[in-house]
Structures are given as C-alpha cells and as structure tokens.
C-alpha cells in the first residue's frame, strides 16, 4: 500500500515538473533506475531525477550544452523549461528532460569500441578549453584515496585466506588462489604509484576536462543513427585518463589481448593525444584491479547472487583481461618522458590545479567534426615513480616487482 501511495506521490511530481517543462504529458510509466518514460502525444521523453546539486548539475549542463552545439554528436540535449533552464528543482530533486532511447540489453548492443573510445577523445578535447575556469571544481588524488585501495588489497588478502583455510575448495576459489598473485602485484603497483602521485603532483593532473565518472555499457544508448553517452549526473572536472581507464576496465571487448587494448589507446589519441606523464597515470589507474574486486566481494560477502559456474566464467574473463593490461600497463610506463627533472618550488594544490588548467585558457571550442589542434602542455619538471620502501624511488620494474 505505501509502495502504491509513493508511486501516486510521485506521478503528482511528475505533472508538476513536466508542466515547468511546457507539455502536459499523455502518458507516463516507470523506466529503469530513476527514470520516468513521459509522452506528450508527438514522441516520448526521458524524465530523470538525480540527487546532484543545483550548482554542480547546471556546470554539467552548460558544458554538455556547448559541446553539442558545437557538433558533438553522441549527447542528447535536454528540454527546456519556460526560464530557459535545463533542469528544475522539485521535491529536493532536480529534474530534467532528454528524448527517449530504448536502452538495449548488453548481449544485443553490438557497440563498435573504436567508435566509443573516438568520441571520448573528441569529448574530452572539446571540453577542455569550457574547464578552464573552473579551478574551485577540479578533482585532485587526495591520500584518503590510497588508504582506500589499502583497504581493498587488504580484502582481496582476506578472501585469499578464507580460501586456504577451506578444507574442500570450490572452483572458483582455485581459479582465485592461482591468479591472485598477478592481482596483487598490479594492485601494489598501482598503489605505490598513486601513492607518488600524491607525494610528487599533490594530487593534481597535468591538465583537466569533463570526465563523465561513470562510464558502463548501460550508460550507452543507440538509435538507428548513432549511439549517445547518457548520465552525466556524477561528471567531474578531472584528467582525462580516468575516464579512459574506466572505459578500458569496463567496456567487456570481444577480444581480450594487449594488442586490441593498445589499439584502443591508439585510436583515443588520434583525437587527444596523451602526454607522457598522463600515460603512466593510465598506467597506474588500468593497474587497479576493479573488476576482479568487484567480483570477489559479490562471491565471498554475498553469495547468493550468482551461481557457481557463472562466477567461474566471470573470474576467468576478468582474470584474462587482468593479464592483458598487465601487458599495456608495462609499455605505458615505459614511455620515454621528455620533462626536465629538476626539482620544483612546492606549490599548493589550488596552485598546481590553477597551472593545470593554464594551458586550455583562451582556446576556443571547434566544431566536433573538424580535427582540433593538440594544445600544448606545461610541463612537470618532477617525473612520477612509484616509491618503494627501503629504496630511493627508483622506477618500478613490473618484471622484479615481487621485490617490493
């Protein structure tokens, strides 16, 4: 009964937002996650509420907004409201409205990865120049962030040990005992490379953009035409390189080999070239083992959610993407940096982020489909390596890493 007057509460809000939005609409059904389907008798809509903050949502609106009026084609826009708004407050929600693609399952969106990971790079270069003003809102790696992945590599540790302790172990713990150590040294390395990140950047990437946070197959709809990124709600102002790391992590490609990953970087730098340090970034945030993580908790904190042999088949997927970006990890940082390393004056991270930015001020928006100048970079004279303990930073061989 509750669920039922929830529901009537909630269609009531509906009527009032859609009303802001200048349609009385028709006909209106629940669609997945908080999305409303609203028709208003020519075509349907896509009604979305999202606990982002007014501020923050209209930042993500207005550069989204400039970068589609450019040309970019894979955003939908979103309707206005009769102040001109995208979005509108109600029910401490914001609200907005997009036209209507019928998602697709996973098992029947044949994406194209070079055509995703293109229009990232386009993306990402188009926003660029619309961040640069936006020092107060940039994301910098703070230590919170290393203890966390401490904390998860100390739960992977604990599953391991669970595992051995079992008298009769499953398939799946096999195949997790004999693959853990590949993980594990991957999670060190990327830890130890966060960790110098800090120490070294405070934090701050070389430069910055609009990365949408959350990338996933099911934030991806398609169209006869084309495919369109959707749900921007958590985008933040950040290197371009996690973004690009999530993607390689995430987007499940039909061939797991180093080649076809490599390739993927390749294509992504045709439309926003990475510099040296971004590459060993990547190479840092491709070493944390998300999926193998991921999976590990829902086998061993929450059993019930999949079946045996499904889990299997998961572990020894992600397993083998796990040893492919072992491969792309290791030529990634090994990419010759061109910095002059020299010791540099300590800046403050407001500073740094500020310089971070400096090279994308005054440059202008180009239309999506003309190819766009690489804007150049100021360069970090203090190159990144992971620390090791015991050891002067030296650069960290992922061959001997099992010394560390």
Not at 183 to 201: N, S
Not at 277 to 282: F, I, Y
Request: aromatic share 10%.
């Amino acid at each position: 009964m509750n669920k039922e007057t929830d529901n009537r509460d909630e269609r009531s809000v509906i009527k009032q937002v859609c009303k802001q939005f200048r349609f009385k609409p028709q006909h209106v059904q629940k669609g997945p996650r908080n999305v409303w389907q609203v028709f208003d008798g020519e075509r349907w809509f896509a009604l979305k509420s999202t606990s982002q903050s007014a501020d923050t949502l209209a930042l993500i609106h207005d550069i989204t907004d400039q970068i589609h009026d450019a040309g970019y084609p894979n955003l939908l826009s979103c309707k206005k409201t009769e102040q001109n708004e995208t979005f509108i407050e109600q029910e401490g929600k914001c609200w907005y409205l997009t036209p209507w693609i019928q998602p697709q399952e996973p098992q029947e969106f044949d994406y194209n990865p070079e055509a995703l990971v293109r229009s990232l790079g386009i993306f990402h270069k188009q926003a660029e120049p619309l961040v640069c003003e936006h020092v107060d809102r940039t994301k910098q790696v703070e230590q919170e962030q290393v203890e966390k992945w401490k904390g998860y590599q100390t739960k992977l540790s604990e599953y391991q040990e669970v595992v051995q302790n079992r008298e009769y172990k499953s398939p799946f713990d096999k195949v997790y005992v004999g693959q853990i150590d590949l993980v594990d040294r991957l999670f060190t390395f990327a830890i130890k490379g966060l960790e110098r990140f800090v120490e070294a950047e405070s934090g701050v990437p070389p430069r910055y953009t609009l990365c949408h946070g959350r990338l996933h197959p099911s934030n991806v709809v398609r169209d006869d035409e084309q495919f369109y990124w959707i749900d921007f709600d958590d985008a933040e102002i950040d290197s371009p390189v996690r973004d690009l790391a999530v993607f390689l992590r995430r987007f499940q490609h039909r061939n797991l080999d180093p080649e076809e990953i490599q390739h993927l970087i390749e294509v992504y730098e045709s439309e926003n070239p990475l510099s040296p340090k971004e590459k060993k970034l990547l190479a840092i945030y491709l070493s944390y083992p998300e999926n193998v993580l991921r999976l590990a908790h829902k086998y061993y904190d929450r059993p019930r959610i999949m079946s045996e042999s499904d889990a299997v088949v998961q572990l020894e997927s992600k397993i083998q993407q796990m040893h492919a970006l072992f491969d792309v990890v290791k030529r990634l940082w090994k990419t010759e940096s061109q910095t002059v390393r020299t010791k540099p004056a300590k800046k403050s991270t407001k500073a740094a982020a500020k310089t971070a930015l400096k090279a994308t001020k005054g440059t202008k928006l180009t239309k999506a489909t003309k190819p766009t100048k690489t804007i150049k970079e100021t360069k970090a004279p203090k190159e990144m390596k992971p620390s090791s303990q015991g050891e002067s930073e030296p650069d960290l061989d992922l061959e001997d890493n099992d010394r560390d």
